[in-house]
């Protein structure tokens, strides 16, 4: 059996920062992982690829087709299986990925066979030996159209499995985070016991912080050959046990890496006699969720930290070097005071870098509820809910008006915020001109959003 694996393109309604971040398909890659001892299996990037899907498919002739999913990529995985199906009706359509975690019910369509809600190494072993067979049968966290899609109850969560890097060899000097690249992404831990209330990350993983298996850590960073890592753990500052054991494995490997990681601020203050040492070892950004300027919010948002926090965690990475990517979110209630308020307080911060999302009140998280009546955009229309636009109705000003703050505030920030020579020092020219095209392009977009609103 022949199988080929894809990430969806790049999906250009939308607005993402994936000119920024821009990864590998570390969930593809796993699979690969499993199911290459079996099968033939391929991996066809489409962030990457200018060949259209149908064209593959008539050159590498695959059984079936597993393709990976964000929540911005429903429709166009379903055009994609629906392009499979008219290609050659007997290949076989899989969907996998964050968003059948979070809602399988949105692939539910006659061009999609299989659907797996959660993924292990076992749930993907017993589902291509039935289909080999021919025999579809109920599986844990596989929903089947030939079964109504019915699920067997059992609830379950993603696996972290040894990726196999080899798979995407062909396009790995493309990825890269922010300036580094090229950069591999891995985990370390699962999990995030900080539950902040707008946060999905800790509903796909669990509220439980988890070490993943320590052989499989080493496996996996064996198996790594950039020289940059983003560890993508939810909050890497959780306890000194997993700082400490990755402090002894860079040293153990002799790792001369550049690191980065996400890290709470809660965690930073916490831990910060490791914050030295670890930027001796390599580690050169932390992703710092400050959130908001205002104290009441970050209560709402039942975040680990206050305001004051903020200026704490930011001055203990300064004095380490450690750059700060930090991430806000506006809030719709802001007035234009508000988001001058929110200038001077990023000016204050200083981070490096700064990105801004509109608060979004996902359809699992229980602020949809409390925001369904100010909803801009229904819960499938899909390519909207990238937590790049504004999802709920302002309160206090015009939603044009708050588009243009929204633009004003990124414009203040690339211009009299981010160090721009230091960053053209850092990264070189050509990354930061592919930087900026990115930042040009999701400012056209808010552009376009401002005058149709
Ligand atoms: C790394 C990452 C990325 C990477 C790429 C991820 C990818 N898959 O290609 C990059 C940086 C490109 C990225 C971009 C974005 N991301 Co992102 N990202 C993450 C992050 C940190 C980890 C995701 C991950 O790789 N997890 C580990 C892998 C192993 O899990 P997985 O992909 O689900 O794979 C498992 C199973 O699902 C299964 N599987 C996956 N695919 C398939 C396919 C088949 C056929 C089968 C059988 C199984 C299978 O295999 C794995 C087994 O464990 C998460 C946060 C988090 N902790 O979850 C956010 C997250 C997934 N991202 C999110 C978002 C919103 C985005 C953006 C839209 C943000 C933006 N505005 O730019 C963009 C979209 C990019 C685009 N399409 O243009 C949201 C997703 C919300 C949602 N409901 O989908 C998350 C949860 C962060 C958040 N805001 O809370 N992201
Ligand atoms: S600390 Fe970060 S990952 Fe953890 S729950 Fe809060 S926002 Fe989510």
């Known amino acids: 059996m022949k199988i080929l694996l894809v990430r969806p393109p790049r999906i250009k309604q939308a607005i993402t920062?994936?000119?920024f971040m821009f990864s590998e398909p570390i969930g593809l890659e796993m699979v690969y992982g499993v199911l290459k001892e079996d099968y033939e299996v391929e991996i066809f990037d489409m962030m990457i690829e200018s060949t259209i899907l149908s064209d593959k498919i008539k050159e590498y002739k695959p059984n079936a087709i597993g393709i990976t999913s964000l929540c911005i990529d429903v429709k166009k995985v379903i055009e994609l299986c629906t392009e499979v199906k008219k290609t050659d009706n007997n290949i076989m359509t899989i969907v996998g990925g964050t968003q059948t975690y979070l809602n399988a019910e949105s692939f539910f369509n006659d061009d999609v066979d299989h659907i797996f809600e959660y993924t292990n190494k076992e749930n993907l072993e017993i589902f291509y030996s039935f289909i080999c067979s021919s025999k579809i049968q109920l599986v844990d966290g596989i929903r089947s159209k030939e079964l109504g899609y019915k699920s067997t109850g059992k609830a379950g969560r993603n696996e972290y499995m040894l990726p196999?890097?080899?798979?995407?060899k062909k396009y790995r000097s493309?990825?890269?985070?922010?300036?580094?690249?090229?950069?591999?992404?891995?985990?370390?831990g699962t999990g995030c016991e900080k539950v902040c209330d707008f946060c999905l990350r800790w509903r796909i993983e669990g509220a439980?912080?988890?070490l993943i298996d320590i052989n499989l850590t080493k496996k996996d960073l064996a198996s790594i050959k950039e020289p940059t890592i983003m560890f993508m753990d939810n909050d890497f500052f959780t306890n000194k046990e997993k700082i400490e054991t990755l402090i002894n494995l860079i040293k153990e490997f002799n790792l001369k890496k550049n690191y980065i990681m996400y890290a709470s601020v809660a965690g930073i203050i916490k831990y910060k006699e490791y914050v030295q040492e670890l930027a001796e070892l390599g580690l050169k950004a932390l992703l710092v969720g400050y959130e908001t300027f205002d104290d009441n919010e970050l209560i709402k948002y039942k975040k680990k930290s206050t305001t004051t926090d903020n200026y704490l965690a930011a001055e203990i990475l300064k004095e380490a070097k450690i750059d700060v990517w930090a991430s806000f979110m506006a809030h719709p209630d802001w007035?234009?005071?508000d988001f001058k308020l929110f200038r001077t307080y990023i000016k204050d911060l200083k981070p490096q870098i700064t990105s801004i999302s509109p608060l979004t009140p996902f359809p699992n998280l229980p602020m949809y509820k409390e925001y369904e009546n100010r909803l801009i955009y229904s819960a499938d229309d899909y390519e909207k809910w990238s937590f790049g636009q504004v999802m709920i109705k302002p309160s206090q000003i015009s939603l044009r008006t708050y588009y243009y703050e929204l633009l004003k505030t990124n414009l203040y920030v690339n211009l009299f915020v981010n160090k721009n020579t230091e960053m053209i020092k850092k990264f070189g020219i050509k990354n930061i001109i592919r930087i900026l095209m990115g930042s040009i392009k999701a400012a056209s977009k808010y552009i376009s959003l401002m005058i149709e609103n």
Do not use: N
């Open 17 to 19: 920062l994936s000119d």
């Open 164 to 168: 196999d890097r080899t798979s995407t």
């Open 174 to 188: 493309e990825y890269s985070y922010f300036g580094y690249r090229p950069a591999a992404i891995m985990e370390f």
């Open 208 to 210: 439980k912080e988890k």
């Open 335 to 337: 007035s234009k005071k």
